[in-house]
Every structure is written in C-alpha cells, then in structure tokens.
C-alpha cells in the first residue's frame, strides 16, 4: 500500500478512499472520544489527504495533522490551506508543543510491522502527549481476520466518484513466517474506461494485524492506560479502536 501514497498515485487513494470512508462519521466518532475526555487538542497521525483534518479544522478542537509521505501532506496542505500539517514518521517524531489527543485511524497502525517499531511509536506518541492526554487509534483484528484470508481468494473493492470508475484486485495471505500476525497484500487498480479496465498501478506490500492481547501489553510497557477497545467494522476489516491514557 505504501506506493499509493506517493508518486502521484496519492490522487488514486484520495478519489477510492473517500467512497470507502464515510469521513464525516469518523469525524463524529473520533470526536466524541476527545470531547468526552475533555480535551481541547488534536494530533493527527497518518492524516493522509486531509479528509479528517477538514473536519477538525472547522471544530473547536485544535487540530495538526502528520504524515510520512510528502505527497499525501501537500494534498492535505491543498485540501486545507489554513490546516497545520507536518511530514513525520510516527516513530521518530518531536512537536513544539505537546498536544492533549493523539489519533491514529483507518488502520495506519498496520504499518508498524516490528514490535520494536510499536514501542518507538508508543514512546513518540508518549513524548508528544500531555499528561493524562488520550492515545486514540484502530486495528485489523488478527482473530477475525486471518480466517478470513486463510483461503487466498481474490476480494474486489470498487469506486465510483466524479464519473470515474475504479476497482482493485487484493489478494492477501497471511506471512509464512509468522513472526506475528503480518500478512503479504498485493493489490492492482484499474481504472474503467467504456468497459475497459485500464491497469493503472499495483502494489506489493506487507502490512500487520493486531491482538487485543499484544496491544494491552505494548500499552502497559509504555506507559499508558487502556480506557476501552471499542468493535467498529470498516469497509473491509474487523476492526478495534482503542482508547488509551498516557501516564
Ligand atoms: C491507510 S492511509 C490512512 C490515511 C488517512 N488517515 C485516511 O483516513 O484516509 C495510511 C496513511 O499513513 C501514512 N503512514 C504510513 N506509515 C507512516 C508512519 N510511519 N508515520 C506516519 N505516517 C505514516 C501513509 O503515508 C498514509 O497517508
């Protein structure tokens, strides 16, 4: 997946993904977890192109938004020119100001393929947050997932958005080495033009499924709480959000 963000193929991601998030809804659910806790503040990792963050950004949470590729952070700039956005890697990252909730959504969490990569988020994360701030964040669950890959079969995810037509072929099979729950994903995406499907881009890449009982400890080892896990479907994982407290 990581190609899709870069290369100008971050354009492709941009029309897909907005047909299969409801940005809007995942505005009102994260939301609702800050103001709950009564924060003020938002980080925003992973934010792509800046669906989210045109929300937030029209909210009374203050909003700042990271992302690896510098692709996807100038159609974020584009998308909001008011917006504060930052290219950064979740792992290594340092902000002026610490922020009082840190979110991390539509499974971005699967790029941290090493356990080592998860603690130096955790403690970026952690650096970054105000005491008793919130670490908000989803991931594919590896329980119900990998049943569901078992049989590699083809899945079809399609997009309709401004009189294009998109598809994707994945197939996905769990990583045979099985270091932990990681599995191979290898999508083509075409583009269908009066009943051709012109290939537009493929992509190999390998990406991680989540226990609820690796996260629990991952959280404790760095210092955090966990508030909830919360079962949220997405358009094509099982997912868990996780609420968390840093301490
Ligand atoms: C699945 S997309 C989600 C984008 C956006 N949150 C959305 O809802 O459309 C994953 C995003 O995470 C970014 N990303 C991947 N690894 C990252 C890392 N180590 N640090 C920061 N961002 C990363 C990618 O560049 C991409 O924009």
Redesign the pocket.
């Known amino acids: 997946?990581?190609s899709l963000?870069?290369n100008g193929f971050?354009t492709i991601?941009d029309d897909m993904?907005q047909t299969f998030?409801n940005?809007k809804e995942?505005f009102q659910f994260y939301s609702n977890i800050i103001n709950t806790h009564s924060k003020h503040s938002v980080l925003?990792?992973?934010?792509?192109?800046g669906?989210?963050a045109k929300y937030f950004l029209e909210s009374s949470i203050h909003y700042k938004g990271?992302?690896?590729?510098k692709d996807?952070i100038s159609l974020s700039k584009k998308r909001n020119p008011q917006g504060w956005f930052q290219q950064?890697?979740?792992?290594n990252?340092k902000l002026n100001t610490k922020t009082a909730s840190t979110i991390?959504?539509?499974?971005?969490t699967?790029?941290?393929l090493t356990n080592e990569?998860v603690h130096n988020?955790l403690k970026s994360i952690h650096y970054n947050l105000e005491m008793h701030g919130i670490l908000c964040f989803d991931f594919i669950d590896a329980n119900r997932f990998f049943p569901i890959i078992k049989n590699e079969e083809i899945m079809i995810h399609e997009a309709t958005i401004n009189n294009k037509h998109y598809y994707r072929e994945s197939l996905m099979k769990p990583n045979k080495r099985k270091d932990n729950f990681m599995f191979h994903w290898d999508a083509v995406y075409f583009e269908k033009l009066n009943d051709k499907a012109i290939k537009l881009t493929e992509d190999q890449s390998v990406v991680r499924a989540f226990t609820k009982n690796e996260w629990e400890l991952f959280l404790h080892l760095n210092n955090f709480e966990l508030i909830e896990f919360i079962d949220r479907k997405s358009y094509a994982f099982d997912t868990y959000v996780v609420v968390a407290k840093r301490i």
């Open positions: 997946m990581q963000y870069s971050e991601y993904y998030i940005y995942e925003e990792i992973g934010c792509g192109t669906h989210l990271l992302d690896l590729s996807m950064g890697d979740m792992t990252f991390i959504t539509a499974r971005t699967s790029y941290l990569a988020a």
